[in-house]
């Protein structure tokens, strides 16, 4: 299986801040890599797919980037709604496998 | 829009098989050739992959849980179903059905979620 790293776990932060959350996989993806947003008692929601590409309806604030191993999420201006705990994902190979998230609480 | 809604019995027995019918709306399962998946999250865990189902039958399972799992697709009922037996407490969790994207699998439509809880 590929494991998905990611870092840090919880992530402190106040509304207007720019903040990057990191994930790391232990074999070459290529750009098989997505990223969700959970929020307590919802099911995640697709924010960004292929590395880069944002879901419609999923503001510019949030951006991706990365290539192989190493993937990073970017949430600019973070709004009172952006708190939430965040997961991605690779869809390279069987099992696709998540991330253990991260939590981005309100410092 | 497209819309999955989980259905099933909040509370199962340990050592039987838990159930659960994913019903779509708004788009019909046998078309777009996607596939459709199922991931589950233990309370205040994070997300686990269980498998996927295309509308033909064909399969990708997750081999830690391949033994127990079965999953089908009811195209008259515009369903797919996951199977999972001999359950014990460590499969208590959320059950998200979901589809997948036609180019790189990620999960662009889920579920509400169901708590499914394995208890005596």
């Known amino acids: 299986d590929i494991q998905m790293t990611q870092s840090p776990s919880t992530l402190s932060a106040s509304v207007g801040d720019s903040v990057t959350i990191l994930c790391r996989s232990n074999h070459n993806i290529s750009n098989y890599l997505n990223w969700y947003q959970q929020k307590p008692g919802k099911a995640p929601q697709l924010l960004i797919y292929a590395v880069f590409r944002l879901q419609s309806g999923v503001p510019s604030t949030f951006s991706g980037s990365g290539s192989g191993t190493v993937f990073t999420l970017t949430i600019s201006n973070l709004q009172p709604e952006d708190f939430a705990t965040y997961y991605c994902q690779q869809t390279y190979s069987n099992p696709l496998t998540f991330g253990g998230g991260t939590k981005v609480e309100i410092k | 829009q497209l819309q999955l809604q989980e259905s099933g019995p909040g509370l199962v027995q340990p050592s039987e098989t838990l159930s659960l019918p994913c019903t779509v709306s708004g788009g019909s399962i046998s078309s777009g050739n996607h596939y459709w998946g199922w991931i589950r999250q233990p309370p205040g865990k994070g997300l686990e992959w269980i498998g996927s189902?295309?509308?033909?039958?064909?399969?990708y399972y997750n081999p830690s849980l391949e033994s127990r799992v079965a999953m089908s697709v009811d195209t008259s009922k515009n369903q797919f179903s996951l199977k999972l037996t001999s359950v014990t407490a460590a499969d208590t969790a959320v059950y998200y059905c979901?589809?997948?994207?036609?180019?790189?699998?990620?999960?662009?439509?889920w579920g509400q979620g169901a708590l499914v809880t394995v208890s005596s």
């Open positions: 189902i295309h509308y033909t039958g064909n399969t």
């Open positions: 979901a589809r997948l994207g036609i180019g790189g699998w990620e999960l662009d439509y």
